[in-house]
């Protein structure tokens, strides 16, 4: 069901100026800035080969990335891995005791439904499923 490595998470305190590092210096072209509401992020995509980064900047206090900021500062959030059928693998992860932080997914970035699972589980990494 995962169809590959869709992005990498980095969580910034100033998206433009992250930008600055990662568009204009490394040279990675800069796909689209989107406000995700409901995750309180503005989030910017960058091309990477198959795969893209997304800086990701908190927009309110409540955001999960600002209390990861505050807590381990900028840096490594996520890995996003494509996959086929969401609610399929949610409820097969379920089954194998994998700890969910979505039961059901959400709307994410460019629309795409999304979910996250615990880092609990899965050596201190937090991992999104999306979509494809
Ligand atoms: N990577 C690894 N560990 C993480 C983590 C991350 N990104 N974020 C939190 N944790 C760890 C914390 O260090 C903490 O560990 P300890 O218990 O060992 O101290 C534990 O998870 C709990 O963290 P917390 O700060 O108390 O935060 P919460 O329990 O309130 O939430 C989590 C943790 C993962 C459920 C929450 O951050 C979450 O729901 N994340 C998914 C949503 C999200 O990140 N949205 C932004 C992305 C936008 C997008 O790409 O669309």
């Known amino acids: 069901m995962i169809i590959g490595l869709d992005h990498i998470g980095i969580a910034v305190s100033k998206l433009d100026e992250a930008l600055h590092t990662y568009h204009e210096i490394l040279g990675l072209k800069l796909e689209k800035i989107e406000v995700v509401e409901n995750q309180h992020v503005r989030l910017a995509f960058l091309l990477?080969?198959?795969a893209k980064i997304?800086?990701?900047?908190?927009t309110a206090a409540e955001s999960a990335v600002a209390k990861f900021i505050d807590k381990k500062g900028e840096g490594l959030h996520h890995i996003a891995l494509g996959v086929t059928n969401i609610e399929a693998?949610?409820?097969q992860l379920k089954k194998k005791g994998i700890a969910l932080?979505?039961?059901r997914p959400r709307v994410g970035a460019e629309g795409r439904k999304i979910a996250f699972l615990?880092?609990?589980n899965l050596r201190n990494v937090l991992i999104e499923l999306v979509e494809c």
């Open 54 to 58: 997304e800086l990701l900047e908190p």
């Open 101 to 103: 932080v979505d039961e």
């Open 48 to 50: 990477a080969g198959e």
């Open 89 to 91: 693998f949610l409820g």
């Open 118 to 120: 615990h880092p609990k």
